[in-house]
């Protein structure tokens, strides 16, 4: 089975401070990959996917995340953080059974 | 992208009782699914809503504890039966269309048992 590992429950920046959100997935096989957004009391929106086309996948909101095979790696970023972007943030994995296998999620806190 | 429409958006419940929960979509979608994200957790496929037939649990769930329908390809109800409070929880519906390869989520129940 598919695992989705986010290092780091909570990261805080300050405004204006770069965002690095970390994902490693376990698989041989490039899968689709996802980064999630969850802002207080609301569901999940999307932010970016990876569908082995570029690497590099820019997103809504500022965000990209590069998908680095040989690190089985699919890292976000942003370089400026905002406050608006202080939510709850889930890295997933699309295995070709397309089923979602979730991380366990990264609470982003932005300073002022 | 698929618009979701979840309600209840939250609710309090005594244990012992049952909560159904209801998921509408704008369009017809070919997967739905329900999940649930304990609090300070990742989230949990519960099952796949399958359209006129019942639904597929995965481990750890069962129907009788949360009977699931799904009667179009619009609509489902997830129901938390017999609820204790380890069910407080947040219940959350998500969708995918045939051909795409994100799913799309409603803004969850947020379910508390006393």
Redesign the interface.
């Known amino acids: 089975a598919q695992s989705v590992t986010q290092l780091g429950s909570h990261v805080s920046v300050s405004e204006g401070a770069l965002v690095l959100l970390r994902c490693n997935y376990s698989s041989s096989v490039p899968p689709?990959l996802?980064w999630?957004v969850q802002y207080p009391?609301?569901?999940?929106?999307?932010l970016l996917?990876y569908?082995s086309a570029a690497t590099l996948v820019k997103g809504i909101n500022g965000f990209e995340a590069e998908f680095k095979k040989s690190e089985t790696s699919f890292h976000l970023t942003k370089p400026s953080a905002h406050m608006s972007d202080a939510a709850e943030y889930?890295c997933a994995v699309?295995n070709t059974g397309?089923?979602?296998y979730?991380?366990?999620?990264t609470s982003l806190t932005v300073i002022p | 992208s698929a618009v979701i429409s979840q309600k209840p958006s939250r609710d309090i419940c005594q244990r012992g009782t049952s909560l159904t929960i209801q998921c509408q979509v704008d369009s017809q979608v070919t997967m739905m699914f329900w999940y649930r994200q304990q609090p300070g957790q990742s989230l949990t496929l519960i099952a796949t809503a399958n359209q006129g037939s019942e639904a597929t649990y995965e481990s750890g769930f069962v129907i009788d504890k949360f009977p699931i329908s799904r009667p179009n390809l619009t609509f489902s109800t997830l129901t938390v039966s017999n609820m204790s409070p380890e069910d407080s929880s947040i219940y959350l519906c998500s969708v995918e269309d045939a051909g795409s390869t994100e799913a799309f989520f409603g803004q969850g129940t947020r379910l508390t048992v006393v």
């Open positions: 689709y996802f999630y009391n609301q569901g999940l929106q999307l996917k569908t889930f699309k397309n089923q979602f979730f991380g366990t999620g």
